[in-house]
T-cell receptor
Framework: KAGVTQTPRYLIKTRGQQVTLSCSPI?????VSWYQQTPGQGLQFLFE???????NKGNFPGRFSGRQFSNSRSEMNVSTLELGDSALYLC???????????????FGEGSRLTVL | LAKTTQPISMDSYEGQEVNITCSHN???????ITWYQQFPSQGPRFIIQ???TKVTNEVASLFIPADRKSSTLSLPRVSLSDTAVYYC?????????FGPGTRLSVLP
């Protein structure tokens, strides 16, 4: 069974540009969530999508956005990039269980973004 | 403001039992507590999940007291390959909060 696939794995952008990252979840998983990981702030939750709807959202500015398609694939976009956006962006998919908000997450290997 | 805390680092020797505690105030009634393991250049990997009391699987145990304001991950008989960063995760309302991570170093 294929795992969570994230593309691209590495990318370099300059300040002010925008970036789009892609995530393909495990087949059958309908929940996709995104996380930012930095040495200083650790793992921070960005947002979660379920059946094409944003269900949960972290404390990030509006420059960070996402969407989910009907096949559960998801993209996240960061506009007007800042130096502080340099990070590893992780995507995770899950089969949410009845009555639970956070079932077991299966993570991809991440997209490492460097902003110059 | 919800806050999740863990020890930043721990050292252990091969064959010992390791206990890592996570403190999580304001945990929501329906939220579960989950622990993940992360190796360098990889995404986190699920270890165990629980709601209350004790949960055990083939790799770890999770102890959660009645007030659910903390949880303890127990790794029996650690080996060198258990050297990694361990995160607790709980859901707070609309925001999932990871702990800062505990860097476990297993020494020979």
């Amino acid at each position: 069974k294929a795992g969570v696939t994230q593309t691209p794995r590495y990318l370099i952008k300059t300040r002010g540009q925008q970036v789009t990252l892609s995530c393909s979840p495990i087949s059958g998983h309908r929940s996709v969530s995104w996380y930012q990981q930095t040495p200083g702030q650790g793992l921070q939750f960005l947002f979660e999508y379920f059946s094409e709807t944003q269900r949960n959202k972290g404390n990030f500015p509006g420059r960070f956005s996402g969407r989910q398609f009907s096949n559960s694939r998801s993209e996240m976009n960061v506009s007007t990039l800042e130096l502080g956006d340099s990070a590893l962006y992780l995507c995770a998919s899950a089969l949410p269980l009845e009555g639970e908000r956070n079932g077991e997450l299966f993570f991809g290997e991440g997209s490492r973004l460097t902003v110059l | 403001l919800a806050k999740t805390t863990q020890p930043i680092s721990m050292d252990s020797y091969e064959g010992q039992e390791v206990n890592i505690t996570c403190s999580h105030n304001n945990i929501a009634t329906n939220d579960y507590i989950t622990w993940y393991q992360q190796f360098p250049s990889q995404g986190p990997r699920f270890i165990i999940q629980g709601y209350k009391t004790k949960v055990t699987n083939e790799v770890a145990s999770l102890f959660i007291p009645a007030d659910r304001k903390s949880s303890t991950l127990s790794l029996p008989r650690v080996s060198l390959s258990d050297t990694a960063v361990y995160y607790c995760l709980v859901g707070y309302g609309q925001n999932f909060v990871f702990g800062p991570g505990t860097r476990l170093s297993v020494l020979p």
